[in-house]
């Protein structure tokens, strides 16, 4: 999280509060019920949030039913792939707006005269991070030539040279499909876990 710069060391502002954080540790396995990974994340106390003090708007586009349907459709009428991408741990992409301090997670030691967390980025369980993380994607993909689609917000059209890419977002989950390499198109950044439909 220091390496992606999701937060920086603070000292808490007068009149200012710092969120609880707490550490989720899960064990990821394989198939055969082996052990793959630890994992560990690190998550805010979001429910102690107060409205327009540690947040103002927390709603996010989800992709319509409908437009998954027509997608998919169109994707096996013309022939073209689908590729379900997993952007790993998308919420910590998002760049917060309001100022948040959380406090400094069980384990975790700062060097100097700070007593808490300034979040740069949203970390999962804000009440903004979905919404944060949803206008960063929509920055990137908007800034790498995609148009937004006036029928769903989630659904994102980009056509070069004759080659036509359709995105869909739903959260973190990405559907591609079009007729040339979508993945030229996006780069390889913040895609992973590549699996072909």
Known sequence: MRLRGVFRAAKLPNGQRAIGTK?????????????????????????????????????SPVVKYVTLRMIIAIAKYFGWPLDQLDVVTAFLYGI?????????????????????????????GLKQASRVW??????????????????????????VDGHCVLVLVYVDDVLITGTASARSFLGSSWWTAQTAA
């Not at 005269?113 to 970390?123: M, P, R, T, Y």
């Open 23 to 59: 550490w989720v540790f899960k064990i990821k396995r394989k198939a055969d019920g082996s052990i793959e990974k630890y994992k560990a994340r690190l998550v805010a106390k979001g429910f102690k949030q107060k409205y327009g003090i540690d947040y103002t708007e927390t709603f």
């Open 134 to 159: 949803n206008e960063t994607f929509d920055e990137f993909v908007c800034s790498i030539g995609f148009q937004v689609s006036a029928f769903d917000p989630c659904l994102y059209v980009k056509i």
């Open 96 to 124: 917060m707006k309001e100022l948040v301090f959380c406090a400094v997670p069980e384990g975790v030691d700062l060097d100097g005269d700070f007593d808490c967390l300034e979040l740069v980025k949203a970390i999962y």
